[in-house]
């Protein structure tokens, strides 16, 4: 007999000797049809002398769970290789139930800080106060919030500036079913556009006092046709 063949023996046996029910799958390749098929088999103990077993065939199930396993697989490959941070809220309660890897290396955290947790449990207060109310308007609205410019704080971080798109998940009854989020981290280019008008402001200015100096230390001032004044300086 085969191993597998041999673990079923071996369940029948526990069922003998127990005086109870096992539970377990038994898969097997079936020729007739050139498929490999698996069946859940619940083995009762019959008055302690005999065993009998229920047969259910959940070949298709167990397909299915596969393929969401292997369709789940994927896309968690595409996400964790989007150059972007990428997370899904549960649209009831609003509990993160995926982050990419992205994500986790951005804000130095772990999927496990993140999972089944709220932006309460997660941010400061007040960034989770507005983190909260823009998922609800994204949800009562039925549409994608775009935030251009949103303040991200974190305890014991630094303070980091993101672009966010939140995007509403709908089932076919039309409830809402997740949050999907995409935030670009801009707080190089936000301090960089920062230093960029510092130096503007602090250009024009340079130009408004030469131009001052320049008029302070010209000799004569015209005043009205025929009548000129000297600057007093110093």
């Known amino acids: 007999a085969s191993r597998r063949d041999q673990g079923v023996v071996a369940r029948y046996a526990e069922v003998g000797r127990e005086k109870r029910t096992v539970d377990f799958e038994y898969g097997f390749h079936d020729a007739r049809i050139g498929k490999q098929l698996t069946l859940s088999v619940d083995a009762v103990s019959l008055q302690g002398k005999y065993v009998g077993s229920l047969f259910e065939d959940v070949t298709e199930r167990k397909e299915m769970e596969e393929s969401l396993r292997s369709t789940s697989q994927f896309l968690d490959n595409i996400l964790d290789n989007i150059p972007l941070s990428v997370f899904i809220k549960d649209a009831q309660e609003l509990r ?35 983190f909260v ?101 110093g």
């Open 96 to 130: 993160y139930v995926h982050v990419n890897r992205f994500m986790e290396n951005w804000l130095g955290t772990s999927a496990s800080d993140w999972i089944g947790h709220t932006d309460h449990e997660v941010f400061t207060k007040d960034s989770a106060d507005v």
């Open 133 to 233: 109310r823009q998922d609800h308007e994204a949800l009562e609205r039925r549409a994608i919030v775009d935030i251009p410019e949103q303040l991200v704080l974190l305890p014991d971080r630094a303070p980091m500036v993101a672009h966010t798109r939140k995007v509403p998940i709908f089932g076919d009854d039309g409830r809402p079913q997740f949050l999907i989020g995409l935030s670009e981290d801009i707080t190089e280019r936000r301090a960089a556009e920062e230093a960029k008008r510092r130096e503007l402001v602090l250009l024009e200015t340079q130009e408004r006092l030469m131009e001052l100096v320049r008029q302070l230390s010209t000799p004569l001032l015209p005043l009205l046709e025929g009548v000129l004044v000297a600057p007093l300086v």
